[in-house]
């Protein structure tokens, strides 16, 4: 399982983010097959958890723990964090906070900090910040959804508008409209950091998902593969990062009609000789 239980505050996120996963991998997975897994006599029960109508019971976080085969110290980390999530007053929460952050393997525990690291490692949310700007955006996560090709469920799409309300990011305007009150939500350059890793990976899978299924009229994908002198490996970057400013001062506008994503790699083929 490539879902990394530590990566989160919320029980039922987690949950989601594995069924998700699990179908990425065997489309044929469905709510039926884990909730027989389970032992449930109908999808229902899993159905409602995961929509947050009910909660996880200890009986069932054991189950649900063995058929994920998480480790030792991976299912006590997801079994505190369920009593976590029912904790009623902030000196629970502070007691159980204190329990996770034990538990976890960098020994630290943050609700703010985590929403931070799924707010930049997974890619809807900047492409929900940006679908704001488009002329007919409509604030319902349904409707985000389907525009992002029904590739983000309902219920992420939910999840990801409610934490970038924690962090600030969106808020209303005065007549209740979702707007976006951070305008600058870049991550800094050159960290190498876990989050930043993985969402270029997942732009990557995206590109190539373009790359076959989107007409060529609609996208533009091409490279070129020259020799350099090292050296001016630092210019090289400066060039593409005041390009990229550049191209988004021109084309990026409010009431656009898309949004788009735009990468650029630039790497080393021949690394396997000296450095």
């Known amino acids: 399982m ?41 999808p229902n029960m899993l159905s409602m958890i995961l929509r947050g109508e009910r909660s996880l019971r200890p009986k069932v976080v054991t189950s649900i723990a063995e058929t994920l085969n998480l480790k030792e110290t991976e299912k006590k980390y997801f ?14 929460k502070n007691i159980y906070a204190n329990i996770l952050k034990e538990i976890r393997p960098d020994k630290k525990f943050s609700t703010l900090a985590l929403d931070e690291f799924k707010c930049i490692s997974d890619w809807y949310h900047i492409a929900v910040i940006e679908m704001l700007r488009l002329k007919d955006f409509k604030e319902e996560p349904s409707w985000i959804s389907k525009r992002l090709g029904s590739t983000v469920s309902t219920q992420i799409i939910k999840d990801a508008i409610a934490r970038l309300f924690r962090l600030g990011i969106l808020t209303r305007d005065k007549r209740g409209k979702l707007i976006c009150h951070k305008k600058d939500y870049s991550t800094t350059y050159d960290v190498p950091h876990e989050a930043i890793q993985k969402f270029h990976t997942q732009m990557l899978e995206k590109a190539q998902n ?20 090292s050296s001016k490996i630092k210019k090289a970057k400066e060039m593409i990062r005041r390009f990229q400013d550049e191209l988004s001062k021109v084309i990026s506008t409010d009431n656009g ?11 080393n083929l021949t690394d396997g000789g000296q450095k």
């Not at 079994?79 to 629970?92: D, G, H, M, Q, Y």
Request: proline residues 5%; without cysteine.
């Open 2 to 42: 490539q879902i990394n239980v530590y990566e989160f505050t919320d029980p039922r996120e987690f949950l989601v983010s594995v069924l998700k996963e699990k179908q990425t991998v065997n489309p044929r997975f469905s709510l039926r097959t884990w909730s027989r897994q389970l032992g449930f006599s109908s």
């Open 79 to 92: 079994e505190i964090l369920t009593v976590f999530s029912r904790a009623k007053t902030p000196n629970e």
């Open 257 to 267: 009609d898309q949004t788009y994503q735009f990468n650029v790699q630039f790497f």
């Open 210 to 229: 373009a790359l076959k299924d989107q007409p060529v009229d609609k996208r533009e994908v091409s490279s070129i593969t020259f020799t350099i002198d």
